[in-house]
C-alpha cells in the first residue's frame, strides 16, 4: 500500500566534490533538529541526493519541519509505493483522487508526466515508464496531454528499493547545512537588520552563536528580552543556540566622560566589536557577523565602517551590507523575525548619542579616548559579567 513521505532535495551540495560526505553529515544534523519534538516519530532515510522523512505525523507538519533545513533546494510530498509499473499507476491514480476528487466531478486539465529512474535496473525506460502511466490518466480521467505548460505535473521517482508519486514541489531554503562552513559569532541587537544577518550566515553554513549589548544598569531588561525570543526564532534553523547578554551602559558612560563627543557611536561600535572578538575567541567563533547596511544609518558610513572593522583581527561579515531596508524586513518576514522585531525596547546604540555623529572616521582619531578608557582592561570586565542564555526552540 502506499505511504505518504517527503523527499528533501540538495541543492549546493550536488556540486560538492570529496567533501560532499562532510556536507551530507551536517544536513543529516540538520534534519535530526528540525524533526525533534514533532507529534510523532520521524523516520530519517538517506539515499543519493537526497533525504526520505517518513511517520505517522500529518503531511503539513512534516512538510512544515522539512522546509526549515538549510542546504535543501526542493521539499517535495510524494507517495512511495512497490517498484511495479502497476503499483505505480495504482499511486498516480490514488493521488490524483486525494487532489481532485473523482473524474466526473473534474474540469479536465492538461498534464504532463516526469519519470526519472535513480536506479536503471528497473525493467521499463523513464521514457516507457511516463508513456505507460500518462495513456493510463488518459483513460481514466480523460485529460489531454501538455508536455510544455501542464496543468498538473505528475513526478515519478524510481529508487533502489520504492517508487515516488508526487504532485507538488515546493522550495526549500537553499544554501549550505548549518555548520558546514565553520562558526560565527553574531553581534544581535532588537531590530530587524542582525537576526535577518545572522539567517543569511546560517544559510551559507556557519553555526552562530548570539551576543547581545544591553545598556544595563542604563536601561532595563527589555531589550534582552527581544534578543532572547529572537535568538528562540533563530534557533529554529540550526538548534543548540545560545545567547550572551554583556551590560555595556557604564562602559558606554565611560566614554561619554573621556571626551568622545560625536565620535560616541562609532567609539562605541568599536568597543563592542573588540568585546565580540575575545568571546569569540573563546568560543571557537571564526568570525564576527553584524546586520550592517552600507549608508543606512550615519554610523554605517563607508569610513565608519572600516573604522569599526579594525578594531577586530577577526573577521567581520556582513551580509546585508547592500541590502535596503525594504529587502531586509521581507526577509524578517519570512523567517518570522519581523513581529518581534517590532516590539519596544530601550536600544543601548542610541544610549549617550551626541546630536551629530560622525560620519567620516579613522581609527587614529579614537587613540586619545580609548587610551584614557584604557581599552585593553575594559574588555575583560566587560565579559565577566556576560550572561548565557539557551532559549531552544520548539
Same mark, same amino acid.
Given at each position: ?10 541543492? @549546493? ?7 560532499? %560526505? ?6 543529516? $544534523? ?8 514533532? =507529534? ?8 543519493? +541526493? ?34 511495479? #509499473?502497476?503499483? /505505480? ?8 483522487? $486525494? ?6 466531478? /473534474? #474540469? ?19 521514457? *516507457? ?21 501542464? !496543468?498538473?505535473?505528475? /513526478? &515519478?521517482?524510481?529508487?533502489?528499493? $520504492? ?17 558546514? =562552513? ?33 545598556? #544595563? ?5 527589555? =531589550? ?8 528562540? *526564532?533563530? !534557533? ?11 551590560? &555595556?551602559?557604564? #562602559? ?24 565580540? @572578538? ?12 553584524? %546586520?550592517?547596511?552600507? %549608508? ?29 531596508? !525594504? @529587502? &531586509?524586513? +521581507? ?7 519581523? $513581529?518581534?522585531? /517590532? ?52
Amino acid at each position: 500500500m502506499a505511504r505518504s513521505c517527503v523527499l528533501l532535495k540538495y541543492g @549546493e551540495l550536488m556540486l560538492k566534490g570529496r567533501n560532499r %560526505g562532510t556536507f551530507e553529515r551536517y544536513l543529516r $544534523e540538520a534534519v535530526q533538529h528540525a524533526v525533534a519534538g514533532a =507529534s510523532a516519530p520521524v523516520r530519517i532515510s538517506q539515499r543519493p +541526493g537526497v533525504v526520505v522523512l517518513s511517520g505517522d505525523l500529518p503531511r503539513e507538519e512534516l512538510v512544515e519541519r522539512a522546509q526549515r533545513v538549510l542546504g535543501v533546494s526542493v521539499v517535495q510530498p510524494v507517495l512511495r509505493c512497490g517498484r511495479s #509499473a502497476e503499483d /505505480t499507476v495504482d499511486t498516480v491514480l490514488r493521488a490524483l483522487a $486525494e487532489r481532485f476528487g473523482s473524474p466526473a466531478g /473534474t #474540469a479536465p486539465r492538461r498534464f504532463a508526466v516526469r519519470a526519472h529512474r535513480r536506479d536503471k535496473s528497473f525493467p521499463m525506460s523513464s521514457e *516507457q515508464l511516463a508513456a505507460h502511466v500518462g495513456s493510463r490518466v488518459v483513460e481514466e480521467w480523460g485529460w489531454p496531454v501538455d508536455l510544455g505548460d501542464p !496543468d498538473v505535473e505528475i /513526478t &515519478i521517482e524510481v529508487d533502489q528499493r $520504492e517508487v515516488f508519486v508526487g504532485l507538488d514541489r515546493q522550495r526549500g531554503r537553499g544554501g549550505l547545512p548549518v555548520g558546514a =562552513s565553520g562558526r560565527a559569532l553574531v553581534m544581535l541587537s532588537g531590530g530587524y537588520d542582525s537576526p535577518v544577518a545572522a539567517y543569511r550566515a546560517m544559510r551559507r553554513g556557519l553555526r552562530c552563536d548570539f551576543l547581545h549589548f544591553t545598556g #544595563a544598569p542604563l536601561t532595563g531588561p527589555s =531589550s534582552t528580552y527581544k534578543a532572547y525570543a529572537l535568538t528562540r *526564532q533563530l !534557533d529554529r534553523f540550526q538548534g543548540d543556540s545560545r545567547l550572551h547578554v554583556i551590560p &555595556i551602559g557604564n #562602559a558606554q558612560r565611560a566614554l561619554a566622560t573621556s571626551g568622545a563627543g560625536n565620535l560616541q557611536v562609532v567609539a562605541q561600535r568599536r568597543l563592542m566589536v573588540r568585546t565580540a @572578538e575575545a568571546l569569540a575567541t573563546e568560543l571557537g567563533a571564526q568570525a564576527l557577523v553584524t %546586520g550592517d547596511s552600507l %549608508g543606512q544609518v550615519s554610523s554605517q558610513t563607508l569610513a565608519n565602517m572600516a573604522t569599526v572593522e579594525q578594531a577586530s583581527a577577526l573577521p567581520l561579515l556582513r551580509p546585508l551590507v547592500a541590502w535596503d531596508k !525594504d @529587502e &531586509i524586513i +521581507g526577509e524578517a518576514r519570512r523567517i518570522g523575525t519581523a $513581529e518581534i522585531s /517590532t516590539l519596544p525596547d530601550e536600544d543601548c546604540c542610541s544610549l549617550l548619542a551626541p546630536p551629530r555623529v560622525a560620519t567620516r572616521t579613522t581609527p587614529a582619531q579614537f587613540e586619545r579616548v580609548e587610551r584614557r578608557l584604557d581599552i585593553d582592561e575594559l574588555v575583560p570586565k566587560l565579559l565577566a559579567d556576560v550572561q548565557v542564555h539557551v532559549p531552544g526552540s520548539d
